[in-house]
């Protein structure tokens, strides 16, 4: 069992940057695939990045590539999704994920699921 915390989300202007991060209970982070998905308003989840277990490798939605950076530090428990550039249409409630099968961006590639924090972009 793993419990996900999100953290530092906020109001920013667009073309700002925040950086979210994801606190995971127990001593087994390192065996979990790591996920980041957003919801907006009146849409359905969407997968924004994932990083696998020893964070060699990364993947991301087309619409965040090259303006998110998603990594993780094993020895904190913690994974991160550095947000720059932003704009109002990332505007949502990002969700952490962990994920003990195959490393994907389906949401039912992960096992756990954290609260949320809301992250809003005005223009």
């Known amino acids: 069992q793993v419990q996900l915390v999100e953290s530092g989300g906020g109001l920013v202007q667009a073309g700002g940057s925040l950086r979210l991060s994801c606190a995971a209970s127990?001593?087994?982070?390192?065996?979990?695939?790591m996920g980041w998905f957003r919801q907006a308003p009146g849409k359905e989840r969407e997968f924004v990045a994932t990083i696998t277990r020893s964070g060699g490798t990364t993947m991301y939605a087309d619409s965040v590539k090259g303006r998110f950076t998603i990594s993780r530090d094993n020895a904190k428990n913690t994974v991160y999704l550095q947000m720059n550039s932003l704009k109002p249409e990332d505007t949502a409630v990002y969700y952490c994920?962990?994920?003990?099968?195959?490393?994907?961006?389906?949401?039912?590639?992960?096992?756990?699921w954290g609260q949320g924090t809301r992250v809003t972009v005005s223009s």
């Open positions: 127990g001593r087994t982070f390192s065996s979990y695939v």
């Open positions: 994920a962990a994920g003990s099968k195959t490393y994907g961006s389906r949401w039912s590639d992960y096992d756990y």
